[in-house]
């Protein structure tokens, strides 16, 4: 006999849960505002501690309500209830969310909380003028000219820069064969991270990281953490504009995605003229799947790229695939890191 086919009732949970996401959403970055996984590293505490330390101001019972939305999302333990209850980290928070940690990437959610969740108030905006929505929206300068002009907001933007891309340096350092090449510079490099990382895994290679001026005092001290200063080389220039250094192996994190179609090609171009003829380009980007369906936070991330650059967009792999051949690349790759992220890589020969 047939089987009959069951009908799905339709279901609004999914609706409320993205539509109110944004409640969730800033639950977390409130506690990594606080340093709440941090001040729990290694231990545990009731809430009217956590209260105290944290210097909260509202009733006990609306404390209980936040710290329980971390516990019900998965982020902190519990033992007991309300007065009683004592709180922890769980183990991804232990380990990505406590700034003591190397392998801390609180960083680009405080640039979330701090920056961008007021500036995606105004999507609606940037998709209706196709300008950016950030710092520079209401003045005649360009955000990254205000960015390098503040130390503070320049350390908080790199540390987000690495924060989100830490783990795919860690797993691109141990993916790649890297043991054919002896020279590599991370274009727009910021902190020196991913060079950091690469020199952790494979000594033998020489390293240079190259970001504008200002970067600099940051990749030094960065990089001196991790006793690397003798292995890392830091140069500092514009990649549009300067020329940028050679080497068997360029990388670039998150830097094609920040730019319109034209500039990209240009830049590609760019890296294409300085390598030698075994030379590759290494992409590291939340590549978006070919069919435009799953990854979700790859298509996030071009939006946000509206409310930072306004033309700049992430690409799926069939787009670099084309632009790669058209600066002269002869074969290309894609090797999947972490979460939404993947490397890209075109090689001259």
């Known amino acids: 006999m047939e089987q009959q086919s069951v009908l799905k009732h339709p279901d609004p949970s999914k609706i409320m849960q993205v539509g109110m996401g944004f409640w969730a959403s800033k639950a977390l970055l409130a506690a990594v505002n606080f340093k709440l996984f941090t001040m729990l590293s290694g231990t545990s505490k009731k809430a009217n501690d ?13 404390v209980y309500d936040w710290l329980d ?26 380990m990505f969310l406590d700034e003591n940690k190397p392998s801390y990437i609180g960083g680009i959610l405080k640039m979330g909380n701090n ?6 108030g105004n999507l609606e905006e940037g998709l209706m003028t196709g300008s950016p929505q950030n710092e520079s929206k209401d003045g005649n300068m360009h955000f990254f000219e205000q960015l390098y002009q503040s130390p503070e907001k320049l350390k908080e933007f790199v540390n987000a820069m690495s924060g989100i891309q830490g783990g795919n340096f860690m797993t691109l350092a141990k993916k790649f064969d890297f043991s054919k090449y002896k020279t590599m510079a991370d274009i ?36 001196a953490k991790f006793n690397l200063t003798n292995r890392i080389k830091i140069e500092s220039g514009d990649f ?15 830097i094609l995605h920040g730019l319109n179609e034209t500039t990209k090609l240009t830049l590609i171009k760019k890296v294409y003229d300085a390598l030698p003829e075994n030379g590759i ?45 058209q600066t002269g690349f002869k074969k290309e790759e894609m090797i999947p890191l972490t979460g939404p992220a993947s490397a890209a890589i075109a090689y001259k020969s």
Not at 69 to 94: P, Q, W
Not at 115 to 120: D, E, G, I, Q, V
């Open 240 to 254: 549009l504009k300067d020329p940028v250094p050679s080497a068997e192996i360029m990388s670039m994190g998150n």
């Open 188 to 223: 727009g490099g910021a902190d020196g991270f991913l060079s950091c990382m690469i020199a952790l895994q494979h000594p033998e290679i020489s390293l240079t990281t190259y970001d504008l001026p200002p970067v600099a005092p940051l990749a030094e001290e960065a990089i």
């Open 50 to 62: 956590i209260k105290d330390e944290l210097h909260l101001n509202t009733i006990d019972r609306h």
């Open 281 to 325: 380009l290494i992409a590291i980007e939340n590549i978006i799947d070919n069919d435009r369906t799953n990854n979700t936070f790859g298509m996030l991330m071009s939006l946000n790229m509206l409310i930072e650059n306004g033309d700049g967009f992430d690409y799926t792999f069939n787009d670099f695939e084309k632009w790669i051949k």
């Open 115 to 120: 920056r961008l969740y007021k500036f995606w």
């Open 69 to 94: 939305v971390l516990v019900s999302l998965g982020f902190l333990k519990r033992e007991g209830i309300l007065e009683n209850a004592v709180y922890s980290n769980n183990a991804d928070t232990e």
